[in-house]
């Protein structure tokens, strides 16, 4: 095992960092994580109020900067005015990793169109969270993020990815789980695999793997809040 140098812990002039943070446990953000947050000069993140808690909980006082997405393409080109003067930035989102279907890409790729230093610090994610204890195939899969909210299209999504041979992988609202599942089981079949998952790393941790028609009965007895992870195992693949 080897470890970081002491500069790495210290945000650097003209650096981007895309700092994962906690998608529920709040220990389970890093020590990289930490001390970056106690360093950068400026935090873009979604919900100021949000961050706030998080730094008053690590000791960091950092000048915060919402960033979210209705405000992205300008603060993007901001931000990156503010890199290419010498400022070192994180980018958070509330919860997870930015950029996976939350704020962060625009401003990635706005470093990269001028030459930036942009740094990864992995963490929490959703997805890869559920991905490792859901039991269904890993070696390949596609994540669709969130589909968009129209019955017909969701339906058509399904329909497209009816005999796929890798997992699918989603996310979904609390407004749309029970109904999504319920799609799944009328076009894929109540024999279909698959996974769900919400409330990840926290106190009522759930995740819901086995024939859709079984998922469907077990998570009408849940109570339904937050985002969820669906995941849709391969046709062919039987627990």
Known sequence: ??????????????????????????????????????????????????????????????EL??????????????????????ASVAVVSDAGTPALSDPGFRLVRECRRRGLSVTPVPGPNALVTHLCAAGVPTHAFYFAGFLPAKTAARRAFLEKHRDADHTLALYESCHRVAAFVDEIVEILGPARVVSVAKELTKLHETILTG??????????????KGEFVVLIAPAAFEL
């Open 1 to 62: 095992m080897t470890t970081a140098d002491n500069s790495s812990l210290r945000a650097q002039p003209g650096t981007l960092y895309v700092v994962a943070t906690p998608i529920g446990n709040l220990a389970d953000l890093t020590e990289r994580a930490i001390a970056l947050l106690r360093t950068v000069e400026v935090i873009a993140c979604e919900d100021t109020r949000t961050t706030r808690v998080l730094l008053d909980r690590i000791g960091a006082q950092r």
């Open 65 to 86: 900067v919402a960033y979210h997405e209705h405000n992205e393409q300008a603060m993007a080109q901001r931000l990156a005015d503010r890199l290419a003067a010498g």
């Open 211 to 224: 024939p859709a028609g079984t998922v469907r009965e077990r998570l009408a007895r849940l109570a339904i």
